[in-house]
């Protein structure tokens, strides 16, 4: 955790308050912390790639917050060029869709590039496995193929493995679809394709 930004100076003979920037040494004062820079300004998470395409935004002509969510809107995630973000702002539910929007926007509209690592927290990409609940004989079972009517499990031996040879599912539910009483859905960080 950082230091507080702000405080709030109480006496506890008067009652009397003050707010702060530092903390008051007046022996009869009680700083309470008000919040910190994390609080003020919150980073936002992205993985990798979706770093790595808003960073070829920032090199494109596109300026105004519209032209660069139009931009991401045209690619439709067809091109490539930045299936990441349009997934992130465009993922067909409402809610979650204008959230993940109103975030973008304010950090395309408050973006330094000198001060990035401020504002962007790179995270892992998550995806969903399928593997046995039980480690036997030192191995878990993973879903490592699914065409058709056909799928096939293989032994892997942690968490790794799993992220490398296991099929991979965007979703919980679409996990839990292949899970049966003897395997469970599960969420790793995996390495960008």
């Known amino acids: 955790m950082t230091e507080p930004v702000a ?3 109480k006496s506890r003979k008067s009652g009397a308050v003050n707010a702060t920037v530092k903390e008051w040494s007046y022996h009869d004062f009680e700083n309470i912390p008000l919040y910190t820079k994390e609080q003020l300004q919150p980073k936002v998470q992205m993985t990798q790639a979706e770093f790595n395409e808003f960073n070829k935004l920032l090199l494109s002509s596109a300026v105004t917050i519209y032209e660069v969510i139009d931009t991401i809107y045209k690619d439709n995630g067809k091109m ?4 990441h973000l349009y997934q992130r702002l465009f993922n067909r539910n409402d809610k979650l869709e204008l959230e993940n929007q109103l975030e973008f926007s304010k950090l395309w509209a408050d973006f330094n590039i ?3 690592e401020e504002m962007i927290e790179i995270v892992p990409d998550m995806k969903w496995f399928v ?3 039980e480690f036997d004989d030192g191995v878990y079972k993973v879903l490592e193929d ?3 009517d056909y799928y096939e499990y293989g032994n892997v031996e942690n968490d790794e493995e799993i992220a490398e040879y296991g099929h991979r599912f965007d979703t919980k539910e679409e996990a839990e679809q292949w ?3 003897l395997t469970e859905a599960v969420q790793l960080p995996v390495e960008d394709e």
Do not use: H
């Open 114 to 116: 000198d001060n990035q």
């Open 80 to 83: 490539n060029e930045f299936l």
């Open 7 to 9: 405080y709030l100076a």
């Open 131 to 133: 593997r046995s609940k």
């Open 146 to 148: 699914i065409r058709l």
């Open 179 to 181: 899970t049966n009483p």
